[in-house]
């Protein structure tokens, strides 16, 4: 008989192999739904391709509808298919180069819809773009740390100076001194060090600095030699010594 913590888990597994095949047909039909919601916004916002008599009232709540529509179909068909790639690439490229894939894909999509769906709520983009400079110009500035980490990231997984499950030795003087362990993991922010004792996140701008090696032997020591006590002698260890001998008869 099957326990059912067995039975629970064979169908968790079932439902997840599931949701890996019907995952590229959730975004191939958000993504189709999100280009008719954006064909249907545009339409209704172009005063000349009109089809029904009505208010204009009536196209601008259609079209600000379909606008926020394919808003939500684009974003969705976005992050499935940056965790497909993920899923795909994982295997032959490894932890690392898929994430950051991933990420690329997330960021160059979001900013696509943006724009196109600013475009289509009859959002002026040249003033936006000109905001925004200004804007990413302030926040660049707040976030420098952190865009640190982002590039440093980049330049580890593709200068590649060790890999995951490594054995290094990192010296640097904002670590402290020496830190020896092992890498468990390379992330977009932060490398995971394994110190032996605790796994510590160590950030990306501060490993890209500090000198790499791997961790050095230990010199083997050499055993001293053994005690031999010194038997040609009365006492154990110590010179031989003549005992006077007494003075017999003549």
């Known amino acids: 008989m099957h326990s059912p913590n067995g039975i629970q888990t064979e ?59 394919f808003c939500s179909f684009a974003s969705i068909a976005t992050i499935e298919l940056a965790a497909k790639t993920r899923e795909l690439l994982e295997p032959k490229a490894g932890t690392s180069h898929s994430a950051i894939t991933r990420y690329a894909i997330l960021v160059v999509g979001f900013f696509t819809i943006l724009v196109l769906t600013l475009e289509l709520f009859g959002v002026p983009i040249g003033e936006f773009v000109v905001g925004g400079a200004l804007t990413s110009v302030f926040v660049g500035i707040a976030a420098q740390q952190a865009l640190g980490n982002v590039f440093a990231g980049l330049v580890l997984v593709f200068a590649r100076p060790f890999h995951v499950g490594d054995a290094i030795r990192l010296r640097a003087g904002a670590l402290g001194g020496t830190l020896d362990g092992i890498v468990t993991d390379i992330g977009i922010t ?61």
């Not at 545009?42 to 008599?53: E, N, P, V």
């Not at 510590?200 to 020591?221: C, D, F, H, R």
Request: glycine share 6%; hydrophobic share 35%; proline share 12%.
């Open 190 to 250: 932060y490398v995971r060090f394994d110190t032996g004792g605790s796994v510590m996140s160590i950030p990306n701008s501060q490993v890209l600095n500090a000198v790499v090696g791997p961790i050095p032997p230990e010199p083997e020591t050499q055993p001293s030699p053994p005690m031999v006590a010194d038997t040609s002698s009365g006492t154990p260890g110590g010179p031989e010594q003549h005992q006077p001998r007494p003075a017999g008869p003549t």
């Open 11 to 69: 169908l968790s597994a079932q439902v997840e192999r599931v949701k890996r095949r019907t995952r590229p047909w959730k975004s191939i039909i958000a993504l189709v739904l999100a280009i008719a919601a954006a064909i249907i916004s545009h339409s209704s916002r172009d005063h000349s391709h009109r089809l029904i008599q009505t208010t204009p009232l009536t196209y601008e709540l259609v079209a600000d509808g379909t606008a926020a529509l």
